[in-house]
């Protein structure tokens, strides 16, 4: 019998929630700190939507935390 391994263990769903939730939270993050300076003016907002973008930031983090207390419980 062929013993199988899999991608990144038995983790993968934690390994890719602290992947998108870190990404959700620092993409958001430095749109917050710093918008685009290239930007054209009749498609793209000067600045990020300011609601929108701190509950992205809250889901984000969540995820993030909820990736971390997956990996570290197991």
């Given at each position: 019998?062929?013993?199988?391994?899999l991608?990144l263990?038995?983790?993968?769903?934690?390994?890719?929630?602290?992947a998108?939730g870190g990404?959700l939270?620092?993409g958001?993050?430095?749109?917050?700190i710093k918008?685009?300076?290239n930007?054209r003016e009749?498609?793209?907002?000067?600045q990020?939507?300011?609601?929108?973008?701190?509950?992205f930031?809250l889901?984000g983090?969540v995820?993030?935390?909820w990736g971390?207390?997956?990996?570290f419980?197991?």
């Amino acid at each position: 019998m062929v013993a199988q391994t899999l991608f990144l263990g038995e983790d993968l769903l934690a390994w890719l929630t602290l992947a998108f939730g870190g990404a959700l939270l620092a993409g958001n993050g430095m749109a917050l700190i710093k918008p685009p300076e290239n930007r054209r003016e009749d498609q793209d907002l000067e600045q990020a939507p300011l609601v929108r973008t701190i509950i992205f930031m809250l889901v984000g983090a969540v995820m993030t935390v909820w990736g971390l207390a997956s990996l570290f419980g197991s």
